[in-house]
């Protein structure tokens, strides 16, 4: 069972977008909830995960510059259960889209008023990703040129700072990615996997091929020679030798 939680302040909104999420497969269960106080009780006494969230943005009509859904959102994102997990942004706020993408990894962004067939779209796409487990894959959503690129992490070999971005390098390609920096990126990374290893480079542990500390030098797998940082030799032999 997909359980995906949905936070509206709308009582009539809140009941068409449950109906509209629940006729489109009986391997839904929804959970609706109008307030934050609501949503953060059935976040934290919840028996079972959930595998979704939509959320709304303003949930006080009464105030334009309420954004209570984001702040739910960076709650959810704080957790480590739910650090991957979907989240669909519902609202009327589309100049909050750059937020919700690049700071939260919304997996998409939904502006009212919306059809059913596109929530019926989305949540067939959210139960595949169930299904399927790729929601458990860690990955960035990184935002370049208007276009929103989804990196699973375990293609990423290693990042470079370069001005006024980074370029995430992979096994086949190069990304650059303007206004990131390494340590905004390092934030979205899996601690386990990644480490920073030159204040201008972070490196995907799983591609390391060999570390020559003498000479302060990392061959990667692909090729890659990554200079080692003074002040990062310790934590880097921790690493390894851990």
Not at 22 to 48: G, I
Not at 77 to 104: C, H, K
Request: with cysteine.
């Amino acid at each position: 069972m997909t359980r995906i939680l949905i936070l509206e302040d709308s009582e009539d909104s809140l009941r068409a977008v449950t109906a509209m999420v629940e006729r489109v497969s009986d391997q839904v269960a929804a959970v609706p909830v109008r307030s934050l106080e609501a949503a953060r009780s059935a976040l934290h006494e919840a028996q079972q995960p959930f595998q979704a969230f939509l959320l709304d943005i303003n949930l006080d009509a009464s105030d334009e510059e309420d954004v209570s859904g984001l702040t739910f959102a960076e709650e959810v994102r704080s957790m480590r259960p739910y650090v991957f997990t979907p989240i669909v942004m519902l609202t009327s706020l589309a100049n909050m889209e750059l937020r919700a993408y690049r700071e939260l990894h919304c997996y998409q962004y939904l502006v009212k008023p919306y059809s059913e067939e596109a929530v019926e779209q989305l949540i067939g796409r959210l139960l595949f990703l169930a299904q399927t487990g790729e929601t458990r894959e860690p990955y960035v959503l990184v935002k370049k040129a208007g276009v929103n690129y989804k990196i699973f992490c375990k293609d990423i070999v290693c990042v470079r700072a370069v001005p006024r971005g980074v370029n995430l390098v992979m096994l086949k390609e190069e990304l650059k990615v303007p206004y990131l920096t390494i340590r905004q990126l390092l934030e979205k990374l899996p601690e386990r996997n990644f480490l920073q290893v030159h204040r201008m480079c972070v490196v995907n542990q799983d591609y390391i091929d060999w570390v020559d500390m003498v000479n302060g030098v990392i061959n990667m797998k692909n090729g890659e020679r990554v200079e080692i940082g003074v002040t990062y030799k310790n934590e880097l032999r921790r690493r390894l030798n851990g």
